[in-house]
Each structure stands twice: as structure tokens, then as C-alpha cells.
């Protein structure tokens, strides 16, 4: 008997999309490719060089639970170097992408009726997370008159005691939106936890994308290698957490 939960998941369409293309492209047929969220250039030279040299040296087993230290080490520097935060390597938990690390965050912090707050509208796949961690999603609107921007009185409106988290994105899937430094500086004021998804960080053309980490500690930030580097197909991901979860998520990752 398939679970309620398997039966309920809605498809991510995008995905659908993509893969039926793929069949059309393998008829002959010529595709235009605008359904998936990653850039149109290939992967770059010097990750390709890595790869190689990774598995000439045999480096192909386990890692630690968290991820390899060397690179959590340099995703820390990363993190100083761009938003000027300091974070410890042993808050950085690597993920094969960021989907997994969504869930993992999301199944840390929910019990059953707990509510997640989102953008409406928002990336498709979080009603997925949020129910498959047993949790209630509530759908904040916001507005192309304001940019796409949360109008922060909204989001407080929403918050109840059985809030665990308020999951922004930015810039946005799939408004393409970037959250401003005074709309960040806003929702980090809020008590829940704040579950920052900026996986396209880097994709920035007017401005420049703030972290969540400069304005508050008491959040999750999910990011990755995807989008950025064009290593969607490679997945590798990462996310950061407060301190006192890492022992929980990192028993979920083993």
C-alpha cells in the first residue's frame, strides 16, 4: 500500500517538462531550454580539472558526515570574504544539493502542525518539503507593485505560537526578486527561525545579494554549487545552521 505521503507529493513540474523535452531532443527535434533554474554555460575548466584529479587519487570513499573539512573550511572564508559574517566549519553541513538540506533543516525543527511561513508566490517545491516534515504551510502574498517584496506587517500578522520558521529566497524562484537590505534587516527581527534559501546567490546583475547571517545568527542558510557554477548535475550543496543543530541535522545526513 503506497503511503498517504507518496500518494499526496504533487510533481515538480519543471522537471516533468524537462525530461519530456529531453525525449523530443532525442527525436530530432530542436528545444529552447527556459524550464530549469541553471545557467547556460558549462561547468567550469578548473572544476573539471578537480574532478579528475579527485578520483586519480582515489578519493571516492566516505567523507565526513558533515562534509569534507578542507571544504567547509573555504565555504566559512567564502562567506566572510562576500557578507563580512564569520561562521565555524563545524556549522556548515554539505549536502548533495540543496533539496536534501531543505528537508533536513525542515524535519530538525517541525513537529506535526507546525507552521512554516512562505511567499506566495514561492518556489514550487516547498509545500513538498514542508508537508513531508509533517508541517503546515502558510502562504504570506506579496505583490509586483511592491517588487515582490514582503511588507514585513504581513509576515508578523501570520506568526502564531506554532511558527517554527519564516523560509525566504532570494533572489527568488520564481519572481526573480531580490530581497533588499531593509526587507532582510526586518524579517531577522521576527522570533521564529528564518530558513534563508540563497542558492542563486551570484546570479546578481543591478546589485549586490545580502546574506540573512548579516542581520541575525538565528537562521538557516541553504546554498550550493548549482546554479552559480553550472554544477547542477553534479550536486553538491550546503547548508548552515545554528550550533545547537548541528548534532540533530548531522545525525539526519548520517
Known amino acids: 500500500m503506497i503511503s498517504e505521503k507518496a500518494q499526496n507529493i504533487k510533481p515538480f513540474i519543471v522537471m516533468e517538462v524537462l525530461e519530456r523535452a529531453s525525449e523530443l531532443e532525442k527525436e530530432g527535434k530542436n528545444i529552447i531550454h527556459l524550464e530549469v533554474g541553471e ?40 562567506y566572510l570574504h562576500g557578507y563580512g559574517v564569520h561562521i565555524l566549519p563545524e556549522q556548515v553541513i554539505v549536502t548533495s544539493g540543496t533539496s536534501p538540506a531543505i528537508l533536513m533543516v525542515l524535519l530538525a525543527l517541525c513537529n506535526p502542525g507546525d507552521e512554516i511561513i512562505v511567499s506566495d508566490p514561492g518556489y514550487a517545491c516547498y509545500p513538498n518539503f514542508i508537508a513531508l516534515a509533517g508541517a503546515k504551510i502558510i502562504k504570506v502574498p506579496v505583490f509586483e507593485e511592491d517588487g515582490f517584496q514582503f511588507r514585513p506587517e504581513n509576515i508578523c500578522s501570520a506568526i ?68 552559480l557554477y553550472a554544477m547542477t548535475g553534479l550536486r553538491l550543496g550546503y547548508v548552515i545552521v545554528p550550533e545547537e543543530f548541528v548534532r540533530p541535522i548531522q545525525k539526519l545526513q548520517q
Open 160 to 227: 502564531n505560537s506554532r511558527t517554527k520558521a519564516i523560509l525566504i529566497n532570494s533572489p527568488m524562484n520564481p519572481t526573480g526578486n531580490l530581497l533588499s537590505p531593509e526587507t532582510l534587516q526586518a524579517i531577522s527581527r521576527f522570533s521564529p527561525y528564518i530558513i534563508s534559501d540563497e542558492i542563486y546567490h551570484g546570479l546578481v546583475y543591478e546589485t549586490n545579494a545580502h546574506s540573512i547571517l548579516e542581520y541575525t545568527g538565528n537562521a538557516f542558510v541553504l546554498n550550493g554549487f548549482s546554479k
Open 39 to 78: 545557467p547556460d554555460f558549462d561547468v567550469p575548466s578548473c572544476v573539471l580539472k578537480a574532478s579528475e584529479e579527485a578520483l586519480e587519487q582515489g578519493r571516492t570513499h566516505y567523507t565526513h558526515s558533515l562534509g569534507d573539512p578542507e571544504l567547509r573550511l573555504e565555504i566559512c572564508k567564502s
